[in-house]
């Protein structure tokens, strides 16, 4: 892995390979590259899972298997940038498939607890239009949504 950028570590409490697994399985650009696991005497018992690093949509991780003490919360999410409806429609299944929590906005929670922003490459455009009229009807139609509709918001946005 390389170590120039940054490296988003997730800490799961015995779910990092299986996370691991599910992110490269729904990413294009994806892959593990390294499993390591717990020695001797280590936090966990040996041969235990304990790192899993891998890219997820040309993204690098490490999946940690840290324990109970920590869970992860809305304050860290990870935004999907879709060209389409269809990118929309397959990362929102996908990532609430098996558990996850759809919510507002285009946010949702996946099985592992992790927040994610499914949202259209288009919207900030939407969202800072010069006229405070469109900016507005495109806020108020994205703050009504789940998952985000392409469609609705720029019909909000044109004032149909």
Known sequence: ????????????????????????????????????????????PAGTVMTVEFTANGHEFVALNGGPQFTFNEAISLQVFCDDQD???HYWARLVEGGGE????????????VSWQVIPERL???????????????????LSMGKLDIAALEKAHAGD
């Open 1 to 44: 892995m390389s170590r120039d950028g940054f490296t988003t570590c997730l800490w799961f409490d015995g779910q990092a390979e299986e996370a691991a697994e599910f992110y490269v399985s729904v990413f294009r650009n994806s892959g593990i590259k390294e499993v390591t696991r717990y020695p001797e005497g280590g936090m966990a």
């Open 87 to 89: 990118e929309i429609d």
């Open 102 to 113: 759809p919510g507002p906005c285009g946010w949702l929670k996946d099985r592992f607890g």
């Open 124 to 142: 900030s455009a939407l969202l800072s239009d010069p006229d405070p009229r469109k900016a507005t009807r495109t806020t108020q139609a994205m």
